[in-house]
C-alpha cells in the first residue's frame, strides 16, 4: 500500500494484486504497465516481473494496520476482477474491506460482467456496504458504455464511473442507479485528444441526473500544462463518505490474526505467484 497517492480522486494505494493485461482501447497507454514494466528483472524490486499478473497475499492484511482512515483506491496496479484473480481470492480482499472498515474503498474494474456476478454471489456480504464503492471504467461506446448496464445491474451501495480516457463523445449516457462520475483526458506520450465538448455534455448530463461530478483533468503528454479547470472551475464533486468508528487496538490486532491464518488456510484454486 501506499499511504499517499497522486490520482485526484483518492488518498492512497492499496495492490494486492500486481499485473494485468489489456481488454479494450483504454488500456492502450496503461500506466500501470508502463510503470511496472520499467523495473523488469530489478531483482526485488516488487515489480521485478514487470506487468505479469500475481497475488500478492502477504498485501492483503495492510488497511488493517492503516489506523487513521483512508479513501483507497484498491489494485490502482491491476484489475481485481481479472479472470486469472481466483475468486476465493477476490472474496478475501472483499473481507478485509468488510472488517476494515473505517476506510472508504474505491474498486475500479474494466471487468465489469465479473464484478456483477461476484456480487450477486460470494461477494453479497460486501455488495452493500457503503463504505465500499463498486466502479467501472468508461473509454467509449463500443467497450465502455456497456460496462455502465453491467454495472447498474450488480447489487451495490455506491457505484461510479471512471471516464477515463474519454476516446469519443459518448453522446446520451443512462445514469440512473449511477452515485458517481469521474472524467478525464489520456495523459502521457502518444496520448489521445480528448474534445471539449465531450466533457461538457457528460457534466450537463450529471447535472441533470443529480449526479457527482469530478473532472480530473485534461491530460496530454505534459499533464500539467493543460490542467484541471473546466470552465474556469475545479470539479471536485463526491459521494459522501461514511466514517465508521475505528476499532481499539486490540480488536485490529485479532483482524491481523484472521487475515495471517488465511496463509495457512488450503484453497480449491492454484495460487499464481
Ligand atoms: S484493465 Fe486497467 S490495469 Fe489492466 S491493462 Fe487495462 S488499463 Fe491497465
Request: proline share 6%; glycine share 6%.
Amino acid at each position: 500500500m501506499s499511504d499517499k497517492s497522486s490520482i485526484e480522486w483518492t488518498d492512497a494505494t492499496w495492490n494486492p494484486v500486481r499485473g494485468c493485461t489489456k481488454i479494450s482501447p483504454g488500456c492502450k497507454h496503461c500506466y500501470a504497465e508502463t510503470f511496472a514494466e520499467r523495473f523488469r528483472g530489478v531483482p526485488g524490486h516488487p515489480y521485478e516481473q514487470g506487468f505479469d499478473l500475481r497475488l500478492i497475499p502477504g498485501k492483503l492484511a495492510e488497511p488493517l494496520k492503516w489506523g487513521a482512515p483512508k479513501t483507497i483506491f484498491v489494485n490502482s496496479m491491476s484489475d481485481l476482477f481479472h479472470e486469472d484473480v481466483p475468486d476465493w481470492y477476490v472474496e478475501r480482499v472483499a473481507r478485509v474491506m468488510e472488517m476494515a472498515n473505517w476506510h472508504t474503498y474505491q474498486v475500479l474494474t474494466k471487468r465489469a460482467s465479473r464484478l456483477r456476478e461476484l456480487l450477486a454471489t460470494k461477494l453479497s456480504f460486501a455488495s452493500m456496504l457503503d463504505h465500499i464503492w463498486w466502479g467501472t471504467s468508461v473509454e467509449d461506446k463500443k467497450y465502455g458504455v456497456p460496462r455502465i448496464e453491467e454495472l447498474r445491474n450488480a447489487p451495490a451501495a455506491v457505484r461510479f464511473l471512471s471516464i477515463e480516457p474519454l476516446l469519443e463523445d459518448l453522446g446520451e449516457v443512462d445514469l440512473s442507479g449511477i452515485d458517481w462520475v469521474i472524467v478525464g483526458g489520456e495523459s502521457g506520450a502518444g496520448s489521445r485528444k480528448m474534445e471539449e465538448s465531450w466533457v461538457l455534455n457528460l457534466r450537463e448530463q450529471c447535472m441533470k441526473a443529480d449526479v457527482p461530478f469530478f473532472f480530473k483533468q485534461w491530460g496530454g503528454v505534459q499533464k500539467s500544462k493543460f490542467g484541471r479547470l473546466l470552465d474556469n472551475q475545479t470539479y471536485d464533486e463526491m459521494p459522501r463518505r461514511v466514517q465508521n468508528p475505528i476499532p481499539l487496538k486490540a480488536d485490529r490486532l485479532a483482524m491481523l490474526d484472521i487475515v495471517d491464518s488465511w496463509q495457512n488456510t488450503p484453497t480449491t484454486e492454484p495460487v499464481i505467484v
